[in-house]
């Protein structure tokens, strides 16, 4: 109930190309959809979320698609770049009586991308 | 968005040896969490640091081994005691400002036990 499945385990892109990684969940409860980007020896960085009252968010050259009835979501990199070589984590949490609970993170993906 | 900072950045202790790591936020948040992450591997929750109460552990995490510390609301230490190779891992801090809001990570204590 609290795992979030996410693949692929790693992926290689050509620069120019779509990255597209994706996660699934069980737990309906989940209400918030954050991926996080994480360098080698950095601590996990924000890059996006969303929440299930709407299916898609854009920010740049990322898109997070998100379909609740089929408890998935996604995040697509356009125009991938060697920078956003990185590992990406998918995560879920849900909301207790006004706070945000605990994320549950996916097991992370590892983006190369090709120059 | 908050600036965390983590005390040491890196480490390499013998084993049975304890370290303290210190977390510092640059503003008031609402809650402070520690995270592990294990090499290659994704973040798991070791507890929610309380300010002026004890922290809150996950399953598998208990007090004897990972005391925490919340004096205030920009600043929190997690022990690790009795270390083990086992042991050997990133520790991060993670914030967030408001009960509502999302997680902001710090830059992780890298730990080598020997």
């Known amino acids: 109930q609290q795992q979030v499945k996410q693949s692929p385990q790693s992926l290689i892109v050509q620069k120019g190309g779509i990255s597209i990684i994706n996660c699934a969940y069980e737990?309906?409860?989940?209400?918030?959809f954050p991926w996080y980007q994480q360098f080698p020896g950095k601590g996990p960085a924000l890059l996006i979320a969303?929440?299930?009252?709407?299916s898609e968010k854009k920010e740049g050259r990322f898109t997070i698609s998100f379909n609740k009835s089929a408890k998935q979501f996604s995040l697509h990199i356009m125009d991938s770049q060697p920078g956003d070589s990185a590992t990406y984590f998918c995560?879920?949490?849900?909301?207790?009586?006004?706070?945000?609970?605990?994320?549950?993170f996916g097991k992370g993906t590892k983006l190369s991308v090709k120059p | 968005s908050a600036v965390i900072s983590q005390k040491p950045s890196r480490d390499i202790c013998q084993r049975g040896t304890s370290l303290t790591i210190q977390c510092q936020v640059d503003?008031?948040?609402?809650?402070m969490f520690w995270y592990r992450q294990q090499p290659g591997q994704s973040l798991t929750l070791i507890a929610t640091?309380?300010?002026?109460?004890?922290?809150?552990?996950e399953s598998g995490f208990v007090i004897d081994k990972f005391p925490i510390s919340r004096p205030n609301l920009t600043f929190s230490t997690l022990t690790v005691s009795n270390m083990s190779p086992e042991d050997s891992s990133i520790y991060l801090c993670?914030?967030?400002?408001?009960?509502?809001?999302?997680?902001?990570f710090g830059p992780g204590t890298r730990l080598t036990v020997l």
């Open positions: 993670s914030v967030a400002v408001a009960f509502a809001d999302t997680q902001y």
């Open positions: 737990n309906t409860a989940f209400d918030y």
């Open positions: 969303i929440r299930p009252d709407v």
């Open positions: 995560a879920a949490s849900m909301n207790y009586g006004g706070s945000q609970g605990n994320l549950i």
């Open positions: 503003s008031q948040v609402t809650m």
């Open positions: 640091a309380n300010q002026g109460s004890e922290a809150t552990y």
